[in-house]
Nanobody, 127 residues
């Protein structure tokens, strides 16, 4: 069974940066689509960023476009979310997730397209 473990969250001032990591167990990491979602208190979980299984295509929520970058290191079985110019509205628990789709070319944006989830890491941005 695949396991996803997020890390890198914390408290940062507005305008600052953080890099989240998602370590994925298993030897087929390179083949699956991956994504980041977040959930703020009182809100539903929302899409943040995604990368297709081939790694050739990415997608971002409008609210983070130009500030966040999704990437992965296949040798380390790890996905990243570089977050720059953070805003208080970015405060949330951030989750990484993996799709069951192999070698997909489309970044997936819906929660129900993901089958495996991490436990989440808290990101708090102070004003």
């Amino acid at each position: 069974q695949v396991q996803l473990v997020e890390s890198g969250g914390g408290l940062v001032q507005a305008g600052g940066s953080l890099r989240l990591s998602c370590a994925v167990s298993g030897r087929t990491f390179i083949m699956y689509g991956m994504g980041w979602f977040r959930q703020a208190p009182g809100n539903e979980r929302e899409f943040v960023a995604a990368m297709s299984g081939t790694g050739s295509n990415t997608a971002y929520a409008d609210s983070v476009m130009g500030r966040f970058t999704i990437s992965k290191d296949n040798a380390k079985n790890t996905m990243y979310l570089q977050m720059n110019r953070l805003k208080p509205d970015d405060t949330a628990v951030y989750y990484c997730a993996r799709t069951p789709e192999l070698w997909g070319t489309v970044p997936r944006k819906r929660e129900n397209e993901y089958s495996s989830w991490g436990q989440g890491t808290q990101v708090t941005v102070s004003s």
